[in-house]
């Protein structure tokens, strides 16, 4: 079975957010694969997608806190700032998580580590909605 699904996550705050039950209610098809993977691909270059901690929120405020200090706005040298001082710190965040995940599926579930989650990078102060390419292949 191959199955393709756009969707959207609606508008987040800049920060990291954990999507994955907001991904699976848009995905029944999911549990009709007995082992397979899923493909989950963002369709923007201000954002980024990751896998990590989903349990504490700390993390989630961490990793902001770690790209804000690392990928700082209002750097004289950036070229690129057509949308804001957020602009191009935002393309340089998700080339560095990337913009997909592949996960394993087995019996009808991703097969996450019990304490993992996916991340949505939102790098922007105002973003938007974003949209997600979910390709399921398996049996």
Avoid: C
Avoid at 63 to 87: A, I, R
Avoid at 101 to 130: C, D, F, M
Wanted: cysteine-free; charged content about 25%; glycine content about 8%.
């Amino acid at each position: 079975m191959t199955f393709q699904k756009e969707i959207n996550i609606v508008e987040k705050s800049r920060g990291f957010h954990i999507i994955t039950n907001e991904v699976l209610k848009q995905i029944p098809e999911i549990e009709k694969i007995k082992i397979g993977i899923a493909n989950v691909f963002i369709k923007h270059t201000s954002a980024s997608l990751t896998l990590n901690e989903n349990v504490s929120s700390d993390v989630l405020r961490d990793m902001e806190k770690y790209f804000g200090k690392y990928v700082p706005e209002d750097n004289l040298f950036y070229e690129h700032n057509y949308e804001g001082s957020d602009d191009m710190p935002a393309h340089i965040k998700s080339s560095i998580l990337g913009q997909s995940v592949s996960i394993p599926i087995t019996n009808g579930k991703l097969n996450l580590g019990t304490w993992q989650g996916i991340y949505l990078g939102e790098h922007r102060n105002y973003g938007g909605a974003r949209k997600i390419v979910i390709t399921l292949f398996g049996e």
